[in-house]
Every structure is written in structure tokens, then in C-alpha cells.
């Protein structure tokens, strides 16, 4: 089992990631991660220039916690049981520059006071990965890098073609996947995943509005329950395919031990599952 961390705490996630990547690479940088959290966490809370504060209530700092963490031990697992291509610490490094800065499309500039960042959400990846760009490039990441990082974030979108990414190597995009795959399962294995629900509800439904006449995930959930019902579903049918085919079962490696032991991440997220049916059952009567 992996040991119990606050996810709303950046400070024990970044211990965590900390402890990972050391693990991996014991001659790597060692102020990588504390610079990485550090800069994300300064755009989250509106500290970088002409851009707000998150105030997408359900794409918060934490749902990025939560990916950035189950990332760090996707690889982890995928370095222990020394696969092939072998990762290094560089590459480790962009993917988790990527998937701290990878809902950064939620975020507004000064000056946009109409709704909160969730109407971006059918242009979030394009905006996260043009967000990326900018600061990254102000702060001297070459070019290669850049792209790297953007072509991972492009990976966590709904709709996205994987093939159509111009990944650079092999490498990068299993990085990329597992970046992918750690979105999802960061997300939907929380404990409080069920409550939040209608929250993610409330994303979709401003979205909506704010692109009338466009397709956009809303529109597929009359409400709040309807979500909830469609939940289970989603998983079986959209996230575990995706997982296991798209993403070339990248979260195998979060068995512990790998390749055998239980994986703690599937197993919340089945259990939340079942306790989502059985809520649903209750309302229905």
C-alpha cells in the first residue's frame, strides 16, 4: 500500500514526488521538485503576471495534486520493474512540469470577470499547453523541452487523437501516457470523489452556456444525478479502455508489488463506484 497523503497539501506532495524522484535518480537535481511546486502553485494562486487565481471549483490545485502524485508513482513502479526504454531524470523531470501545469487553461487573465475558468473546458488543453509555453519559456526551458511538456498535456485530452501527437521518442510517449493515465485515476480514486460530482456538474453546465450551439460534455448530463448515474459507466466503458488500450495499461505499474499486488488506485476508484450505485439506488427509491 502507498502511504496516506493530504492531497490538499502541496507541501506533502511535493515530499512525496520529492522522495520518488531521488529514489530514481539519486544523482539528480535535487531542487528540481521544490522549484517545480513552487512555480505552479505561485500561477495557481494568481502570482504570475496578467493571469487570476484558479477559481474553477472542481479543476483546482488539488485535482492537480492528485494526478502529479499518482504520476510520480506511475513511474516509480514503471522504473522498479526496469522496463524498457529505461526513463532518466530529465524526462521525469518535463512530465511532471507537465501534468502540474496541465489544467493551467483554466485560468483567466486580469480582466476576465465573466464566470470562472470552467468555461474554458473545451479549450483547456490548448490553453494549458499554450501556458506552458509562455512561462516555461520565460523561466529558459529549451525549446525540445517545451514541446515535450506540450505534447504530454495534450495527452489528458477528452477527445484527443494519440496518434496525431508528434511525440519525439518512444519515451516520451509512454511519459505521456502515463501522464494521461494518471489524470484520470488521481481524480476518481479520492475519497471524496462522489461529492465533488456535482461540482464537475456545475463545470459542464457553465461550459454550456458559455459555448451555446457548441458539443461540449454538458450536454450529454441533464443534471447533477444524471452524472452521477452516468458515472459508473464512465469508468467501464470510457476510463478502463483508455487505461488499458489507449494508454497501454500505463497504471499497471501502480501494483504493489508490481506485477501482482493489488493496485490501491483501481480498487478506490471500483469502491467509489459501488458506493455511487448504491447512492443512486437509494434515490431511486
Known amino acids: 500500500m502507498f502511504s496516506e497523503v493530504d492531497t490538499r497539501s502541496p507541501a506533502e506532495v511535493e515530499s512525496q514526488v520529492q ?4 529514489e530514481m535518480f539519486p544523482h539528480g537535481n535535487p531542487g528540481f521538485t521544490s522549484t517545480a511546486f513552487a512555480l505552479a502553485k505561485r500561477c495557481f494562486e494568481g502570482e504570475y503576471p496578467g493571469y487570476q487565481a484558479i477559481d474553477a ?3 483546482d490545485f488539488e485535482h492537480t495534486l492528485q494526478g502529479t502524485l499518482c504520476l510520480a508513482r506511475i513511474l516509480q513502479g514503471r522504473h522498479r ?6 526513463s532518466d531524470a530529465r524526462r521525469f ?10 489544467d493551467t487553461g483554466y485560468l483567466k487573465v486580469v480582466g476576465d ?15 494549458s499547453a499554450e501556458f506552458a509555453k509562455k512561462l516555461l519559456q520565460g523561466h529558459g526551458v529549451p525549446a525540445a523541452d517545451i514541446t515535450e511538456v506540450q505534447n504530454m498535456i495534450r495527452c489528458t485530452g477528452v477527445n484527443v487523437d494519440l496518434s496525431g501527437i508528434p511525440f519525439g521518442s518512444e519515451l516520451e510517449r509512454l511519459h505521456g501516457f502515463a501522464l494521461g493515465s494518471a489524470d484520470l485515476l488521481g481524480q476518481m480514486a479520492a475519497r471524496d470523489y462522489i461529492d465533488k460530482l456535482p461540482i464537475l456538474f456545475s463545470e459542464f453546465a457553465e461550459s454550456a452556456a458559455y459555448n451555446a450551439g457548441k458539443m461540449t460534455a454538458g450536454g450529454t448530463f441533464a443534471s447533477a444525478d444524471d452524472l452521477m448515474r452516468k458515472t459508473p459507466l464512465f469508468w467501464e466503458k470510457y476510463v478502463l479502455p483508455k487505461l488499458q488500450r489507449d494508454f497501454l495499461g500505463m497504471y499497471r505499474f501502480l501494483a504493489l508489488p508490481y506485477p501482482d499486488g493489488p493496485n490501491c488506485y483501481v480498487a478506490s476508484i471500483e469502491a467509489n463506484i459501488d458506493m455511487l450505485r448504491r447512492k443512486m439506488a437509494e434515490v431511486a427509491g
Open 19 to 22: 522522495a520518488i524522484y531521488l
Open 57 to 59: 471549483r472542481y479543476h
Open 81 to 86: 520493474a526496469g522496463v524498457a526504454p529505461v
Open 93 to 102: 523531470e518535463l512530465s511532471i512540469l507537465a501534468i502540474l501545469l496541465h
Open 113 to 127: 470577470n465573466e464566470g470562472t475558468g470552467a468555461k474554458y473546458t473545451l479549450v483547456h488543453v490548448h490553453r
